[in-house]
């Protein structure tokens, strides 16, 4: 018999010091969520002892961070009293930060948005110039609003490039130069006196198309197709898949065949982002159309039909959708959403990577699979990061600093 050391096998992160905090977040995000909104509900929701579900919700009442809301009748036996999370319990901010353009969005615990504006953030200038300004807008948002910087429990960030999760920080983004290692996590959370989370962006409306889809529409694979091309994967559990070093999903360096000579921002060439993204096709247009000088030109000229544009743009999809197609084989997922100024244009990068994914790929693999356009558009971003934010603000480690929370 062959020797045999045992594996390690995984299992459940559990610490008495804080088991309290554990079921109280799964409390609040149920209640959240509106899975469950009742006593009722919550305790087939969870398994708890009527006993022990009580506790801890009378714990969530006294502190201020559950509400009671009006009283239902189903027509059997005693009224249910359904159970809502205080509007107020905590205040995120989520920022999705891009190359050309950026939005700012401040949430309730409830993802109810309480304001949103598109901002312009120079990128190149620095992260610190960037950083001052973002700030800058921020404290004049919430201040707008009547909120105080001791109301903020989390601020979600998305960059338009490679980001080391753990330590908030960008990793050789080639579209921001000076940012590299920059700190900027622990520096807006010393500035805001808040958790912050930093993030790639993609992976960041690839959270925000996930969670607004059913549950069973994952695994989620999200492309984003603008000046360079970028993709975001969350797992059918609802996690985003970063890889070990944050760099998964950072499609658009894939290198395609027969670009040999076209050299990308990152230094390698024949990377599909130089080759077919929309900045590629716009600079490949701009020698005969000097008209065509930004993506926002291009988008309305591609809407227009303009034949020398939807060309270009065609033989780009079908040069993005060998990508695609390599990458159904690889991570399988359920549900590809398209994002991006172009994508929203019209159907004509749909359709091209359609084409050649459903030709390209085994049966198998496509058998269940929607490729589809984004159902968030711009707002995915932002709407992935409130979810981070909100996320975060009700884990275990979250509510823990939230006001009332230790009653």
Known sequence: MTAWTPLRLSHPDISPADAENRIRSQLLRLIASG?????????????????????????????????????????????????GLAARAGIVVAADLGVHTSRLAVADTTQAILAERQITLDLAQGPEPALDRLTELISDLLGELG????????????????????????????????WDRFPVGQVMGERLSCTVLVDNDVNLMALGEARSRPADAGPLLFLKIGTGIGGGLVLADGRIHRGSDGAAGDIGHVRVPGADDTVCQCGNVGCVEAVA???????????DQPALRTIEDLAKALHDGEPSVVRGIRAAAETIGEVVAMLVHSYNPRTIALGGLITASGDDVLAGIRSVVYRRALPLATRNLVLTHSKLGRFAGVAGGIVAAVEHTLSPGGIGSLPGSRT
Do not use: F
């Not at 109301?151 to 050789?172: C, F, I, K, W, Y």
């Not at 993204?277 to 020698?287: F, T």
């Open 35 to 83: 899975s469950a909104n009742t006593r009722v509900a919550l305790l087939r929701a969870t398994g708890l002892a009527r006993s022990t579900l009580n506790g801890h919700l009378d714990a969530l009442l006294r502190s201020g961070l559950v509400e009671l809301g009006a009283t239902e009748h189903n027509g059997r036996g005693r009224p249910a009293q359904r159970l």
């Open 147 to 178: 909120i105080g910087r001791a109301e903020l429990s989390a601020l979600a960030m998305g960059l338009p490039g490679p980001v080391d999760a753990q330590t908030g920080s960008p990793v050789r983004p080639p579209i921001m130069p000076g």
């Open 277 to 287: 993204s929309a900045g590629a096709v716009l600079r490949s247009l701009q020698q």
